[in-house]
């Protein structure tokens, strides 16, 4: 039989409100009786039922997640996801509320996130952008007893309690392996970059570099092109590449913007097959693989990401722990034979 309260109570010789009030953590109990009590729990071993407990003082969770408002199709994934799963955790008495922010501006997101904290969430999941400003307003929301965790890109040096999404410099070193292999260890390569200001763009850049310096030294890097993961830039952008760099041998795009790249490639008539792998296998790019106009896709599961998020966030939330192996985002690879149903 498990141990219960009233196991709790005769083993330390109090009252069941005692043992409700020590086990709660509110106040009006005296250091000396506390310790019997927690003396007891330890010596009988016995194990909450958080869940059961939440449940009989109606405990309601509340999420906030900040998503950059993007015409980027993954970006569409992770908050149809979080509708999906707001959608499911209200039978667990969780809320999940959904703001947009302006992609890539630091001083918006840290606006959403005071905002957010107005209403005292139980936890807040944030885009990260990497400046100082965005991991002052994580250091203000620990303060406040919040929450947060990094989705899709990290906030290293922070007090975020969790980061959800891909190792990106493996990402990156990923890309630049199939990619060398693809373009004969030879040739020149142009990279299209979201923005530097992210941290998963630049790690992933920083993978891509390090492979390519190691095992291909014969392959050159052209100059970045930053399309802000905006498919019109990105287009016009790749456009010019593809004019000017008649003898380019493979692209690798790590941000958004897949659209504009597309286009891009089937105006364009090369002489031989252009390597291309990009990330997250979206409509475009699930496109873009049946065609043969890219090679690869890298992927991470926006749905898995989400679920992390608040399973995290509620563990905080309850004082518990989480399991490492379940929270881990792999890096899925796509070619166009065994792309998903």
Request: proline share 4%.
């Amino acid at each position: 039989m498990r141990p219960t309260v009233h196991d709790i109570a005769e083993k330390a010789g109090v009252s069941l409100a005692t043992v409700d009030r020590v086990l709660n953590n509110r106040p009006g109990v005296k250091p000396k009786t506390r310790a019997l009590v927690e003396d007891a729990i330890a010596e009988i071993g016995y194990v909450r039922d958080v869940a059961a407990a939440n449940l009989a003082r109606k405990r309601l969770y509340r999420f906030e997640f900040l998503i950059p408002d993007s015409d980027n199709s993954f970006l569409d994934q992770l908050r149809a996801a979080v509708h999906e799963v707001a959608a499911l955790s209200r039978v667990e008495r969780v809320e999940i509320g959904v703001r947009e922010v302006a992609a890539f501006d630091a001083q918006a997101l840290v606006a959403a996130m005071r905002k957010a904290m107005m209403g005292a969430p139980d936890g807040i999941a944030i885009v990260a952008i990497d400046e100082d400003s965005v991991r002052a307003g994580t250091e203000e929301a620990a303060e406040a007893g919040i929450a947060v965790v990094t989705l899709v890109s990290d906030l290293p040096g922070s007090r975020r309690i969790h980061y959800a999404g891909i190792d990106n410099l493996a990402a990156g070193r990923t890309a630049a392996s199939l990619l060398g292999r693809f373009m004969g260890a030879t040739g020149s390569v142009g990279v299209i970059v979201g923005s530097l200001n992210a941290r998963d763009h630049r790690e992933r850049l920083a993978g891509f570099e390090q492979v390519i310096e190691r095992k291909y030294p014969e392959i050159r890097i052209l100059p970045l092109i930053e399309g802000r993961d905006d498919p019109a830039r990105v287009q016009r952008l790749a456009e010019r590449l593809l004019a000017e760099q008649p003898e380019l041998s493979g692209l690798y795009s790590l941000g958004a913007g897949n659209r504009g790249l597309v286009k891009a490639l089937r105006a364009h008539s090369p002489v031989r097959h252009l390597p291309v792998i990009a990330h997250e296998l979206t409509a475009t790019t699930r496109a873009a693989l049946s065609e043969g106009l890219f090679d690869a896709v890298l992927n991470q599961d926006a749905g898995h990401e989400v679920r992390s998020a608040v399973r995290v966030m509620k563990a905080h939330a309850d004082g518990l722990h989480t399991v490492d192996a379940q929270e881990r985002i792999r890096i899925d690879i796509f070619l166009k034979d065994n792309m998903p149903q």
